[in-house]
């Protein structure tokens, strides 16, 4: 079985992907850290040398790879994963689609503190933050939105909210 976190960046998909892979004892995969060891570059260093529709390409690529692999995984995805090349179809076929939805206010509260490390964040203020937000997220929506699990994530522990997704699996 393969559970996937899905949403926004900083919605915790990592934070929240280990705590519930640890209570059922499945194993976790952080699916920007498998292309950063497999291409030996880092998301950022992938994002300046190759621009973003190359980094598409490899996610999608390093996603149909994970989905191969046996056993039982929490894989937490990256922001955009779900967004491109139809996958949030395909991992709803593959496995169990978990949303963390949070609210645009404490998305930007969040990035703010770790954009750094964001390159499609690169160069914003906070108010560019925060219309790069709803704007994105407006158009990712529709695809987060067909996730077969939906969390509101925004006032709730890491560990708690692993076990709301437990109980709803
Ligand atoms: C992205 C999110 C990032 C990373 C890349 C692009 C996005 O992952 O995959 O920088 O398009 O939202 P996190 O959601 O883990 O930050």
């Known amino acids: 079985m393969k559970i996937f976190l899905i949403g926004f960046m900083s919605s915790g998909k990592t934070t929240v992907g280990r705590e519930l892979a640890h209570f059922l004892s499945y194993q976790f995969l952080d699916l920007d850290e498998y292309i950063e060891t497999k291409h030996n570059r880092t998301i950022k260093q992938i994002f300046e040398t190759k621009g973003e529709e190359h980094f598409r390409l490899i996610e999608n690529e390093a996603l149909k790879e994970v989905c191969s692999f046996k056993g039982d995984f929490v894989i937490s995805s990256g922001g955009g994963t779900s967004c491109f090349y139809n996958n949030i179809d ?80």
Request: overall charge positive; proline content about 2%.
């Open 90 to 169: 395909y991992m709803n076929r593959n496995g169990i689609t978990v949303y963390l939805r949070l609210e645009v206010s404490t998305l930007v509260s969040r990035l703010v503190e770790s954009k750094i490390d964001r390159p499609l964040l690169w160069g914003k203020t906070r108010e560019e933050l925060n219309d790069y937000i709803i704007r994105v997220l407006d158009e990712r929506k529709k695809f987060y939105e067909k996730a077969q699990i939906i969390v509101d994530a925004d006032n709730t522990k890491p560990i708690d909210l692993a076990k709301i997704i437990m109980s709803a699996l």
